[in-house]
């Protein structure tokens, strides 16, 4: 008895409109092609993160999986030229009285060539020792002609401090000492396509946000930020940053899955600009919206206001303010104790209500 099971997806010339498109037979998705006057059908689903490909595109015979760009022939199913392991299943076609038929009994199998998982996509364990801390300067510069930022010193003298005084274990991260790309926007494809960890780093090997992945999930406690004001809002580094920390943020509203647990956030903000109120909402937002919990008086902060453009005037200021640097300190001290409270609990995490969440669906079903 033949196991073959033939549908009939239509007329041939409306498909022929597009060379590439997705059909759905109940609920199984098909990548369907006509190029150079033959038609073609392999599984509609990427090998990588379930992308859909019959609404890629076409590189010569390849189809081009929207989300990340892994790439399967048209005819074979089988990956690009080097990658050939990795294959989705085919369907025969044919056309009989001028209609597309299909079989759904795969041609062929899928195949996924194994890839080492990801550093960062371990388990999330903190490891035994004393509490850790990590600080992030995302102040730019022309790194061949460094200048004095306030916001750095400050950070600088936390860290210091921290290290000399409250016995934990300290790394300071610059941005700008770092070449990462921008987010260039997977999770508007799709949520799905913002993966952990984030796509970029899985697919660049260059790129070295890596470093703050690293920190903040895996190793640090305790993250102190410090960012300079620039017209009313942080720094641009910043910014590029948490852009690429959305691949954290979805875990949590998507796959609901916090990966910040226990984690303590607080910040430097200086600069000649007021505005600073502004600057750590958005700061206290974003790492709140991560799990992070933040001690009394998260943030220490600097400004000479708006009409005061003579900066080396507040350069010296804070160069000179016993004020400023004890106020870096006391913050991490804030911080580093209440890291210790959080450590010395309970272990686990209970899971949070998704009732009024971030992407949690109420009155509309959620369409995967």
């Known amino acids: 008895m033949s196991d073959e099971k033939w549908v009939n997806l239509g007329a041939i010339e409306p498909l022929k409109a597009q060379s590439l498109q997705e059909i759905m037979v109940g609920k199984i998705k098909l990548a369907v092609t006509f190029l150079n006057g033959s038609f073609n059908a392999v599984s509609g689903v990427c090998n990588h993160v379930g992308g859909p490909l019959g609404k890629g595109r ?29 294959a989705v299943p085919r369907h025969d076609t044919k056309i009989v009285n001028g209609d597309l038929w299909v079989n759904m009994k795969p041609a062929s199998k899928r195949m996924r060539k194994p890839h080492a998982p990801h550093p960062l996509a371990r388990k999330v364990e903190r490891n035994d020792g ?73 697919m660049d090997r260059t790129d070295q946000l890596d470093q703050v992945y690293e920190a903040l999930v895996h190793w640090a406690d305790v993250f102190i930020v410090s960012t300079p004001i620039r017209w009313g809002s942080a720094g641009s580094l910043y910014y590029k940053m948490i852009e690429r920390m959305n691949s954290i943020q979805n875990q949590i509203t998507i796959a609901n899955r916090v990966l910040l647990h226990r984690k303590v956030a607080a910040f430097i903000i200086t600069g000649g600009q007021d505005n600073i109120q502004a600057v750590a909402g958005q700061m206290l937002g974003f790492f709140s919206e991560l799990g992070c919990h933040m001690p009394p008086f998260p943030y220490i902060a600097h400004s000479r206001g708006w009409s005061a453009e003579d900066m080396e005037r507040n350069v010296q200021y804070v160069m000179d303010s016993t004020e400023l640097r004890d106020g870096a300190a006391d913050l991490v001290g804030r911080a580093v104790e209440l890291a210790r409270t959080l450590l010395a609990g309970e272990h686990g995490q209970a899971r949070t209500t998704r009732g009024g969440r971030k992407a949690h669906q109420l009155d509309v079903k959620a369409q995967i």
Request: aromatic share 10%.
């Open 58 to 86: 076409l590189d010569g015979e390849y189809i081009v999986c929207p989300w990340h760009n892994w790439k399967f022939h048209c005819r074979t199913g089988l990956g690009e030229p080097g990658y050939e392991e990795d």
């Open 130 to 202: 004393p509490v850790r801390l990590v600080g992030i300067s995302t102040t730019a510069m022309d790194a061949a002609n460094p200048r004095y930022s306030t916001s750095d010193a400050l950070l600088e003298y936390a860290i210091q401090h921290a290290k000399d005084h409250l016995g934990i274990e300290t790394r300071l991260i610059r941005l700008n000492d770092l070449k990462f790309r921008h987010c260039e926007g997977y999770y508007s494809k799709s949520s799905h396509a913002c993966t952990w960890p984030c796509s970029i780093t899985q």
